[in-house]
């Protein structure tokens, strides 16, 4: 890789032409004015990739600063508004999430090999103004009547987005998943919310490979389980797990086999230390390749997720903000997202080309040092000052975000799940 790769890679999408068209092409644009399309995005990202960004001011004014200009508030309230802004930034997304993304991690040999990816699900909610319940209601209606879920999948390779959806905090988690056709080949890794006994079924008819966490198994036939020192819980007709479950031990992972939709399947009782009670994973990869221990540790990796949602949110301004517009709302969630999966293209570009080893959370706190001289260059369509702060950026990044201790993630980290920084000569 070439350092040359990531300015054009950015003009993919942040570009004056491009940009300026769609939005016309969407609607959201009739004709050129003091607000562009490609300033007011450009802008949107900058603002929402820092992590005080608190007010719609605060995008005001990062626009004003990156465009010489002194629009006021009013008006710029009234571009920011235009539902058809909502739709742009959609489209907008789908298309960084295909283009800024390098894969970040390997899989090494015979572990994860026989997947083409591993993609994990999951789902995380925010409350927004209480007069948005009617476009989007929240579960917790005392607490807050009015609250967004944000659906994504990412892919473990790329620790970036694969897709993402925006809907009320109180629909089903499970229409948001990945098809199964979409998974066939691919690991896919879910908390029990995504469960359900017909998808399963239906994932490993379509040859794709699950670990999930599995919940309302309790009239479910145990047809054998073993703990983990040998020894056979099951001897004669097959008991419901709920008369099972008061013999299951918590020293040891038991082994099972049950019933689900007339299939055979494999599940795991762990004991949970937090909860207080039996965990249940349900998989179909086989237990002569994969250990207990390993199906815990695969579902563990569920985690970098929940890194990736804690990142929008403490990094990339992904919060409610204080608007009764839902498209408002809507558009500056796709800003964050977008915003974050710079980040993180950057990171993979730096650890591409220099060899380091990086931390994606210190790359996305420090844009006080390096974020805005990119966007600016950027929108004022400065060629060679790009260049200059994409260069003087991994420079500072390369040297003040490496991983603190590389060593100790491979002991502890993602790294002891068989996975290595991508740039690793022999990795796929």
């Not at 607490?143 to 999948?153: G, K, Q, R």
């Not at 359900?196 to 490979?209: E, N, R, T």
């Not at 479910?220 to 097959?238: F, Y």
């Not at 060679?384 to 991994?394: P, Q, T, Y």
Request: hydrophobic share 40%; with cysteine.
């Amino acid at each position: 890789m070439n350092i040359s790769i990531i300015p054009k890679k950015l003009k993919l999408i942040l570009s004056k032409n491009k940009l300026n068209k769609l939005g016309k092409d969407i609607g959201f644009t009739k004709r050129e004015r003091n607000i562009t399309t490609f300033q007011l995005v450009t802008a949107m990202i900058c603002a929402l990739g820092e992590k005080n960004t608190i007010y719609l001011s605060d995008i005001l004014r990062s626009f004003n600063q990156l465009t010489d200009q002194n629009v006021r508030y009013k008006p710029f309230h009234n571009q920011l508004s235009k539902p058809a802004l909502a739709e742009l930034m959609k489209v907008l997304a789908d298309k960084v999430f295909t283009y800024w993304i390098n894969n970040a991690l390997g899989y090494k040999k015979g572990h994860f090999s026989k997947f083409k990816n591993v993609y994990i699900q999951d789902g995380s909610s925010f409350a927004v103004k209480d007069e948005l319940s009617h476009v989007w209601p929240g579960r917790f209606t005392k607490i807050s009547p009015a609250a967004v879920e944000l659906h994504a999948t990412i892919n473990l390779k790329s620790g970036s987005f694969e897709q993402a959806t925006i809907t009320p905090d109180t629909f089903s988690e499970r229409a948001e998943m990945p098809t199964v056709e979409e998974l066939k080949g691919n690991l896919f890794l879910a908390d029990r919310g995504y469960y359900s006994g017909d998808f399963i079924i239906q994932l490993d008819k379509a040859g794709g490979y699950y670990v999930l966490r599995a919940r309302g198994l309790k009239r479910v036939l145990i047809l054998s389980a073993v703990r983990a020192d040998g020894k056979q819980l099951v001897k004669k007709k097959a008991p419901e797990l709920s008369t099972l479950q008061k013999r299951l031990p918590k020293r040891q992972a038991v082994d099972m086999d049950v019933e689900i939709e007339g299939e055979t399947v494999r599940l795991i009782a762990l004991w949970s230390l937090k909860e207080k009670r039996h965990t249940y994973l349900i998989t179909n990869l086989k237990r002569d390749e994969y250990s207990i221990l390993e199906i815990s540790n695969i579902y563990r990796m569920r985690w970098q997720v929940e890194l990736l949602f804690k990142e929008c949110k403490s990094y990339n301004s992904l919060h409610g903000f204080n608007t009764q517009k839902a498209s408002l709302q809507e558009s500056l969630i796709w800003a964050s997202l977008i915003s974050m999966t710079l980040k993180r293209f950057i990171t993979g570009c730096i650890e591409q080309l220099f060899k380091v080893e990086m931390s994606t959370m210190i790359v996305s706190k420090t844009t006080v040092s390096w974020w805005y001289g990119i966007l600016e260059a950027i929108v004022q369509q400065r060629r060679k000052a790009l260049v200059n702060r994409i260069n003087e950026a991994c420079d500072f990044l390369k040297e003040n975000a490496k991983r603190a201790h590389p060593e100790r993630d491979r002991r502890s980290g993602i790294l002891q799940y068989a996975l290595e920084p991508a740039f690793y000569a022999g990795t796929r």
